[in-house]
Nanobody, 122 residues
Framework: QVQLVESGGGSVQAGGSLRLSCAAY????????MGWFRQAPGKEREGVAA???????NYADSVKGRFTISQDNAKNTLYLQMDSLKPEDTSMYYC????????????????WGQGTQVTVSS
């Protein structure tokens, strides 16, 4: 049974940084795709970034150059380094695990964490 637990969210001023973590418990797959998603009240869920088991990454245009997705296989942990944060980045952020072709399409992911809140003030 896979369990994903996000942490690292908080409240920061515009231009600040946060580093989100997602611990994957019971995740022993050698081939996979992991991603970060966000959803603000009244808005649809948006794929932020994804990374596969080979380290290949994909980013939403809205975060390119500001966010970096990475993973520590030894710790079975996924990260999202968020720099130059903007108020529009305010959302609940979720990590997810899927299989097959890796993308930021939420429909391709099977397991989801409970989310961690990120709030960016102007």
């Amino acid at each position: 049974q896979v369990q994903l637990v996000e942490s690292g969210g908080g409240s920061v001023q515009a231009g600040g940084s946060l580093r989100l973590s997602c611990a994957a418990y019971g995740h022993t797959y050698s081939s996979y795709c992991m991603g970060w998603f966000r959803q603000a009240p009244g808005k649809e869920r948006e794929g932020v970034a994804a990374i596969d088991s080979d380290g290949s990454t994909n980013y939403a245009d809205s975060v390119k150059g500001r966010f970096t997705i990475s993973q520590d296989n030894a710790k079975n942990t996924l990260y999202l380094q968020m720099d130059s944060l903007k108020p529009e980045d305010t959302s609940m952020y979720y990590c997810a695990l899927g299989f097959g072709v890796c993308s930021t399409d939420a429909a391709r992911f099977n397991y989801w964490g409970q989310g961690t809140q990120v709030t960016v003030s102007s």
